[in-house]
């Protein structure tokens, strides 16, 4: 059964503390996306990386970080300098045509 | 730069049709794209159209493009109680023969009354 997981569904955390976030894809996509969810708006783009081994900042970069060391992988790391770090966090993928996403983890920030 | 606009609500009542408007900045050799988002849940890939498209139709849904006005719509016929979910946009330009990265509208809550 093909598709993009992310996990955990729900994610509590201190200030403070550095908490990563999980996205697997079995869809063999070789691009994978990392996007921010705040009520009443769009999708912003956190990181994205076309390939193994590669990622570039999106539009709101500063406060996360990521690593693609595998095809199938791209966990997304939202440290303590990112200052309002609760949101809807949504991890997708793409072939050539269509990106298709994830089910989303809920970042709360206690 | 790039940019996606939509209005933020529709409602319309079960067995209507609902119109869901967008409007994107040009673009050469862009995919249009509607996402379906249900509370909590990621987005679902609805349908999208090349720009050198005119219109697309998938069952319930028919999406128009205007590229002179710089328009696209999204139409349900028949809305029933679980088409209720926000809509999103989005655009994307061709980078190298593939896919960029997708622009987002903020979003159109649909709710259906029965």
Redesign the interface.
Known sequence: DGG?T?SPKYLFRKEGQNVTLSCEQNLNHD?M?WYRQDP????R?IY?SQIVNDFQK?DIAEGYSVSREKKESFPLTVTSAQKNPTAFY?C?S?N?????????T?LTVL | GEDVEQSLFLSVREGDSSVINCTYTDSSSTYLYWYKQEPGAGLQLLTYIFSNMDMKQDQRLTVLLNKKDKHLSLRIADTQTGDSAIYFCAESLIVRGSQGNLIFGKGTKLSVKP
């Open positions: 993009i992310q691009a996306y009443g708006q769009g999708l783009l994205y999106g949504l997708a793409t050539t045509d269509t990106q298709y996403f994830g089910p989303g809920r």
